[in-house]
């Protein structure tokens, strides 16, 4: 069952009814029920390693409050290396054997909750929390559907709470919460299925045969890939928000504009928050962050970005992707008090609009040009990418040869359309201006019409079904 | 109360979802299935005969033609590429609609092995797959989904997320979005379907250079019983439980191969073991019941005079075998006799508006016009060998081929008495002739023909040259087509390709 199916939507429907109607005692037992149901449907035998996983971290935590200090060491140092070498044996394997090692079934989503029982250990090891007693709680956390298999990758302390009956207690059926909840969903798949979707046709079309294109084209569905990762991977992430709002629990944001960062690191905090969180949290602070002089914190950043290219995929495009973040932001750094003078010199004001708009301008730049080092299949195809660069081919932005490539005219205009309208809801979110909560504000007559017309428009104008084989998330096979 | 309201007010929302879902699904749906099967579905209580079958039986057997000719009520459920399998499970779910006298099921492909649509041999190209699968929907997309329905698409798809494509088509359609039409918004009525075809199609086009070749009559059958096979006994069980007639066919086609001959014998033991009837139409060229120099539009599909020909030989068929009733005079079939009355009125119009000359002699035979065909001396036509061998359908003679040798000028007045018939009377003169006081139906008749002119005057009125060689003079060919009253309906002359010069 795809998140982005019928089914799914009549799946969560079903949980969402049941759901509300048994008392907060059985919650927790419905939601771990529909998120084993909804990961089992993917593959029964993903369902029986996710089980295997989740006991054995549970276990491990519990054996740590029970045993002293280098024991407990012992103890999580083990259950991190059988998490790790799980997802080194599964997601690795095929880059660390050269390719001889080719069709392990990765269990989808393994990153992710492999990650959160990562987090979750480190936290009990050092006592930020209390291990977990109530198994089912636990397996809820690691489980739970909305977010098993593209994240947001949640920490235990914001989970598990909300996973007590005392906390199932307090959430009540509320209309505008599930609305809310609704409205979020709606955007993701708006992201996902309008945007995302549609412009992958058009970069498929164009990085599988880069020779066949000027540089110019290539440029332009660059730029269109830099939105189509954001919108595929920020629209799992509102449903998946969207859906545990519906059901009344909380889980963290993942994107917050990204593409409005002013520098690289503001990126960062602005990008697949939870990954960028966990890494700050779990490896680059336990390495000693910034606190052990300035080469070593830029031996602890360029570590941390190497293994997120690595957690992205065994390849080298990934990990030459995380590198250059990495070292986006060391020659940030180094360079940050020259920029500082140079600013001075030319009585550059910070905070006025247009240093503010070349900021951004120059981090979106900088951050469409390491996309390309993710896209590509390898390392051959950047240089072939860079070859045809040198020869831009203009007239193929206006002869028609954008419309040649898989989308037609009507298509290309709704995606156009469809950018125009996320870069005006990122920008109006910059400033704190958050349109569904404006719409939910309106009467009736005015709020329905526009859900009724976002669900037709989704539905209609959406790349699902059988016309066109919908891509998979992007994100699905970290 | 106030729960209540509020998921009254939940309830109510989804209800407009679904009802504007339903209203976006009906206009982006593709209308073909509509389209084909919207005559059914008014008329399916007064079918007398279902033609089951491939693009051949779509493109062979003209059900309103049969209504026209001999009173009987059909409708022609072929469909491109439809195998014996398709054909049993459109025959299952038309069952639920009507209970015809008979079914006639030709079998083309009955050596095909496989019933999955999407997996085909397995080792077909995506593209071929995917066109099966597309094709399909023309026979599905307008049942409403039912146990039949379910069973047919569980039984020919084997994915099941291209199932899913069947029971709810938006999921395949919603993406016509931008190809929509102000046709995709109006209600499918006859006018926008296909009229009064009845779920035939015709192909107006001629094969010109068609290679025929037959495969050599052979003892040996099919050497395995195929999945098509197996439906095929399916079919005639189904009937048989439901007393049902069925007629076997296999409709002409200018090219066939070993198995088509072996499948032709199969069929012939099939028949024989079940006491059936077998047309067999796939004979050696010579005794064709069609030519397959003017009547295919490629291979292995008739054109419009092919299929004239083959539908008034099934028709006769049926008529003697089965005596099937003759609803022509029976009031309750009004709307049957609408539709044959749109048909000859359509094909008159075409008649009188042809562009092509080739498609305009096919169609002066097959509608059994009144016409005078004029050819002067030294015309190109005369050289034509196909000009001459639907010259010599039209008269039955070896006239035109005198005109040939002598180099005209030729004339023809095929006289119907100014109605659709085909036992006229034949006046031909080749060579430089005069003649006086010939009586068709137009009148005392006279034809003068010599190198440099002629003219048809009709009751001594002189003045009026119906060749009117002021005008036509240069012209190789004129075409007359006569109405009841001896009016010009049409007068059509063509240029050295064949295409129509000038209308009067």
Redesign the interface.
């Known amino acids: 069952m795809q998140i982005v199916s019928i089914e799914f939507l009549f799946f969560f429907i079903c949980t969402l009814v049941i759901y509300y109607m048994v008392p907060a005692y059985f919650k927790c037992a419905v939601l771990l029920a529909a998120s084993y149901l909804f990961y089992g449907s993917q593959n029964i035998w993903y369902l029986v390693f996710l089980a295997i996983a989740t006991l054995l971290s549970y276990g491990s935590a519990l054996w740590m409050t029970h045993i002293q200090d280098n024991h407990k060491k012992v103890v999580f140092v083990l259950s991190l290396v059988m998490n790790l070498s799980a997802l080194g044996y599964f997601k690795y394997a095929g880059f660390l054997s050269g390719g001889r090692i080719s069709s392990l079934l990765l269990p989808v989503g393994i990153s992710f909750y492999l990650f959160m029982s990562c987090g979750y250990l480190a936290d009990v090891y050092h006592g930020r929390i209390i291990a977990e007693k109530n198994l089912l709680k636990y397996a809820l956390f690691v489980s739970f559907f909305p977010t098993i298999l593209s994240g947001p990758i949640e920490r235990a302390g914001n989970m598990l709470p909300q996973f007590s009956t005392d906390s199932f207690r307090q959430i009540r059926f509320d209309t505008s919460q599930i609305r809310d909840g609704f409205v979020r969903m709606l955007w993701g798949y708006f992201l996902k299925l309008v945007l995302a979707d549609r412009i992958s046709i058009l970069v498929d079309t164009v990085y599988n045969s880069p020779e066949s294109y000027g540089g110019a084209l290539i440029l332009v569905t660059s730029v269109l890939y830099t939105f189509q990762i954001y919108c595929d991977f920020a629209g799992y992430s509102h449903i998946a928000i969207g859906i545990a709002k519906a059901l009344g629990i909380r889980v963290m944001e993942n994107f917050k504009c990204p593409y409005l960062a002013k520098s690289i690191s503001d990126f960062w905090r602005r990008w697949h928050i939870s990954l960028s969180s966990w890494f700050r949290d779990y490896v680059y602070i336990p390495l000693g962050g910034n606190r052990k002089g300035t080469v070593r914190k830029y031996i602890n950043i360029m570590v941390v970005f190497l293994l997120s290219g690595l957690w992205h995929g065994g390849g080298w495009t990934f990990i030459l992707w995380g590198g250059l973040h990495g070292i986006y932001q060391v020659i940030g750094a180094v360079l940050m008090p020259i920029r500082r003078k140079f600013a001075d010199g030319l009585k550059l004001d910070e905070q006025s609009r247009s240093v503010r708009a070349v900021k951004v301008l120059v981090t979106f730049c900088l951050v469409s040009t390491a996309w390309i080092l993710f896209r590509v299949e390898n390392l051959e195809a950047v240089f072939r990418i860079g070859r045809q660069l040198l020869h831009p081919k203009m007239w193929e932005l206006f002869d028609g040869t954008l419309y040649m490539l898989g989308l037609d005219r009507a298509n290309v205009l709704v995606m156009l359309g469809g950018l125009i309208l996320l870069v005006i809801v990122d920008l109006l979110n910059e400033r704190g201006v958050i349109i569904s909560k404006c719409i939910a504000r309106e009467r009736l007559w005015i709020r329905w019409p526009i859900y009724i017309a976002a669900v037709l428009f989704i539905l209609i104008c959406g790349i699902w079904g059988s016309a066109y084989d919908t891509s998979s998330f992007i994100y699905y096979q970290f | 109360m106030k ?1 209540l309201y ?1 998921a009254g ?2 309830v109510l ?1 989804f209800i ?2 679904f009802a ?2 339903g209203a ?1 699904s009906n206009i ?1 749906e593709r209308k073909d299935s509509r389209k084909k099967y919207h005559d059914f579905m008014e008329l399916s209580d007064q079918i007398d005969v279902l033609f089951l079958g491939s693009s051949h039986v779509l493109n062979g057997i003209n059900p309103v033609q049969l209504y026209a000719e001999y009173g009987i009520t059909s409708y022609n459920m072929g469909k491109p590429g439809g195998m014996v399998t398709e054909s049993y499970w459109t025959l299952m779910n038309a069952l639920d609609y009507c209970t015809p006298k008979c079914v006639v099921v030709d079998l083309w492909a009955l050596d095909r092995n496989y019933k999955y649509l999407d997996i085909m041999n397995g080792y077909e190209p995506e593209e071929d797959t995917r066109n099966s699968v597309s094709l399909l929907h023309t026979n599905m997309d307008i049942w409403p989904i039912s146990k039949t329905k379910i069973a047919a698409i569980n039984d020919l798809i084997s994915d099941p ?2 199932r ?2 069947f029971l ?1 088509n ?6 016509r ?2 190809s929509i039409t102000s046709g995709d918004f109006k209600p499918l009525n006859a006018q926008d379907s296909n009229g009064y075809l009845l779920g035939a199609e015709q192909r107006q086009e001629l094969y010109l250079n068609p290679k025929v070749e037959q495969a050599l009559d052979t003892t040996q059958i099919l050497s395995e019983k195929s999945v098509c096979e197996e439906y095929l006994d399916k079919i005639l069980e189904v009937c048989r439980q439901r007393d049902i007639e069925v007629v076997l066919t296999f409709l002409p086609m200018a090219v066939s191969y070993d198995q088509d001959r072996q499948a032709v014998n199969r069929i012939t033991e099939i028949a024989d073991e079940n006491n059936l009837l077998f047309l067999n139409l796939l004979p050696q060229e010579t005794q064709s019941v069609i030519d397959y120099y003017t009547d295919m539009s490629d291979d292995t599909h008739l054109n419009v005079n092919g299929m004239y020909k083959v539908t008034s030989y099934i028709g006769g068929k049926l008529r003697e075998v089965f005596e099937l009733p003759d609803h022509r005079e029976d009031d309750n079939y009004a709307r049957w006799k609408e539709k044959a009355d749109q048909w000859r009125t359509s094909e008159v119009y075409k008649l009188a508006n042809q562009s092509d000359l080739y498609t305009e002699l096919g169609e002066i035979q097959y509608l059994g016009a009144s016409t005078i065909i004029f050819m002067r001396g030294d015309s190109k036509a005369l050289h034509d060998s196909l000009v001459r061998r639907f010259i010599k359908h039209l008269t039955g003679t070896e006239v035109i081929e005198e005109a040939y040798s002598e180099n005209g000028p030729y004339l023809l007045i095929r006289d119907t008495s100014g109605r659709m018939s085909d036992v006229p009377v034949i006046y031909e003169f080749s060579g430089e002739t005069q003649v006086e006081g010939m009586e068709t139906f137009l009148g005392s008749t006279t034809y003068i023909g010599v190198k440099d002119f002629a003219a048809v005057y009709v009751n001594e009125d002189y003045d009026n040259n119906y060749l009117d060689m002021e005008e036509h003079y240069y012209d190789d060919i004129q075409i007359i087509i006569l109405g009841q009253q001896g009016e010009v309906i049409s007068h059509l002359c063509f240029d050295t390709k064949w295409q129509v010069k000038e209308e009067n």
């Open positions: 729960k509020s007010k939940i929302f407009i979802i504007l879902i976006a982006t997320e291209i899913k494509e709810w938006f999921t395949l359609y919603h993406s979005w931008s």
